[in-house]
């Protein structure tokens, strides 16, 4: 990695960060689980890292030690996104659903 | 085609995320706002994949059976979960998500290792600090998550009659947990000296399991929606460092943004319960020496109570967690059904934390379609207790428990619903037990108050029953 990539990464690191702190102001109390469930949700970004390292050659036909990490993580970031946002679905409908509205 | 061409789809993958983010905190466009992170989730493994390079071989296969293995169980997971059992699913999911972003930091350090493909200078210190801190991070909120897990579900408070998963947490553990952060960097410090030194990376992740687990000990169940939000963001500051190591915007952009929102969430949900983050997290307390209960009170049946219900023209109901595990919110809403039928006017007054996690009535309530507008916040319905001829108090206790205004003991300063504002008083629960905090309630024993003694689903069935007798 070069310095100026790192430097342009921390950039965009600290931004979201402050970008983060701005975003959520006042949540009134229904909806804190959601939005905690939400953002873990999407949390699991992560999924990309798993998917770009499960990506390996099965020389021989064992993937190795760093591959099957990759795979137990993918399994783990997937079950994170798929399950955090059907969930939070889930909560949402139940809440938003009874107002008449969709 | 140059490869950066792709960073444009996750350009897009992250303003979805922040849009989705945003509408997430407001209560009409909240499920626009899910609908927009998975969508933004979607176009980012999507672009992931479809960049990849497969070559010739068959090493596709990890990645769909990653994908459709972990797609399974999670959705499976999230359809069947019970809704009283929502706060362990988010804390489970949580886990679940440091413990990702561990494990591809533990992926990379040891292909590096295996193949011999250390790197150099400035790159083997970004790479080994970044894999250090994701995975001290991740593992932490993953054995933290598990705990807290567990301490929502083993912490079970039926009624009054409450069993904890252990807490402990004496003063010096603090020393113990700083001891253990330091040990940590300074193992860190010696993976960059030493690149190539496996040992050093398994010391971090059991020092760091460790960690996470010293860190949920001491706090009590009652704060548990406090720490599994400050895991939650820890899970998104996981995967910032995960970003880091793979050299990638997204995940920096989309876990940092959920690092901090997750902050200011943990400081919303403090501030509802009056407490400082601080206090939370380092000063166990509650519980411990909980009073004895020996005073005495004497029960009546749900005809008494169906009785003192003919006529009123308020009625403020207060669901608490009792609520929850008996799943009484269908017996509960057709009490009101028959009060409103009788022309009375019911509200539901849904304190901040009832419940085990902020927002839980209102769930179990719109599960047993329970119009929104009826579910006032605190300090909206305190504002009427004045003029509240009945408040039916369904298995909560703290919530209403007027030592809270004393200033004095663990409930001190916590913000109350006013039930003993009302006419009359009536408290559905087990017994006379004090609740999370420990502390005696007062309000069993005023001369308005009527107890029910009994489980949640069966007191209300009889109610129902009786008032349709009358």
């Not at chain 2, 626009?32 to 980012?44: D, H, K, Q, S």
């Not at chain 2, 350090?109 to 193949?115: H, M, P, S």
Request: hydrophobic fraction near 50%.
């Amino acid at each position: 990695m070069e310095l100026v990539t790192l430097i342009g990464a921390i950039t965009v690191f600290i931004l979201a960060i402050f970008l983060g702190f701005e975003l959520i102001t006042k949540v009134p109390a229904t909806l804190h689980t959601p939005l905690m469930s939400g953002a873990n949700a999407i949390s699991g970004i992560t999924i990309v890292g798993a998917l770009i390292f499960s990506n390996t050659d099965f020389n021989g036909g064992d993937p190795g030690l760093a591959a099957w990490l990759a795979f137990f993580a993918l399994i783990l970031a997937t079950i994170n996104v798929v399950g955090g946002f059907a969930v939070t679905n889930r909560m949402l409908n139940m809440i938003a659903g009874k107002r008449g509205g969709k | 085609m140059d490869e950066a061409v792709w960073d444009i789809g996750y350009l897009v993958a992250s303003i979805l995320f922040i849009m989705g983010l945003k509408k997430l905190g407001h209560p009409r466009t909240a499920p626009t706002g899910n609908l927009y992170g998975a969508m933004g989730m979607l176009v980012a493994v999507v672009v992931t994949i479809a960049q990849m390079d497969f070559g010739e071989t068959n090493n596709f296969i990890l990645i769909i059976s990653g994908l459709v293995i972990g797609g399974f169980i999670g959705y499976l997971m999230a359809i069947r979960v019970q809704m009283t059992g929502m706060p362990e699913m988010v804390a489970l999911f949580n886990g679940f998500g440091g413990a990702a972003s561990a494990l591809v930091a533990a992926s990379e350090v040891f292909r590096r290792i295996n193949e011999n493909d250390l790197p150099e200078g400035l790159e083997l210190h970004v790479a080994w600090t970044a894999i250090g801190l994701s995975a001290l991070v991740g593992w932490v909120t993953l054995t933290g998550s598990l705990l807290a897990m567990m301490k929502l579900k083993g912490g079970i408070e039926i009624f009054g009659t409450w069993y904890r998963t252990p807490t402990w947490g004496p003063e010096w553990l603090n020393y113990v947990k700083g001891f253990v952060l330091i040990s940590i960097v300074g193992l860190l410090y010696m993976t960059i000296e030493e690149p190539g030194n496996q040992d050093y990376v398994i010391a971090i992740i059991a020092l760091s399991s460790i960690l996470g687990i010293l860190f949920v000990l001491p706090i009590g169940g009652a704060d548990m929606p406090v720490v599994v939000s400050l895991l939650n963001s820890l899970s998104g500051i996981a995967a910032a460092f995960t970003g880091f190591i793979i050299g990638n915007n997204v995940l920096i952009i989309a876990g940092s943004m959920v690092g901090a929102a997750g902050l200011i969430l943990t400081n919303i949900m403090c501030k509802a319960m009056n407490r400082q983050l601080i206090d939370v997290l380092f000063k166990s307390f509650g519980g411990s020496d909980k009073e004895q209960v020996t005073r005495t009170k004497v029960g009546s049946d749900p005809e008494e109570v169906a009785m003192v219900c003919d006529g009123i023209s308020k009625c403020v109901i207060i669901p608490g967690y009792g609520m929850a595990v008996s799943q009484c919110q269908h017996q509960v809403r057709e009490f009101a059904d028959i009060l409103e039928a009788n022309g009375c006017e019911v509200k539901y007054g849904i304190h901040p934390v009832a419940g085990r996690m902020p927002g839980h009535m209102n769930v179990l309530l719109a599960e047993a379609s329970v119009p929104y507008e009826k579910l006032i916040e605190m300090d909206d319905i305190n504002s009427e207790m004045g003029e509240c001829d009945v408040a039916i108090v369904v298995g909560a206790n703290d919530t209403v428990n007027p030592a809270a205004r004393s200033g004095e003991g663990p409930l001190a300063g916590m913000p109350i619903i006013d039930a003993d504002k009302a006419r009359v008083v009536i408290m559905v629960k087990r017994s006379l037990s004090v609740g999370y905090a420990g502390v005696d309630n007062d309000l069993f024993y005023e001369d308005k108050t009527m107890m029910l003694f009994g489980d949640g689903k069966q007191m209300m069935t009889e109610l129902v029953a009786s008032l349709k007798d009358l």
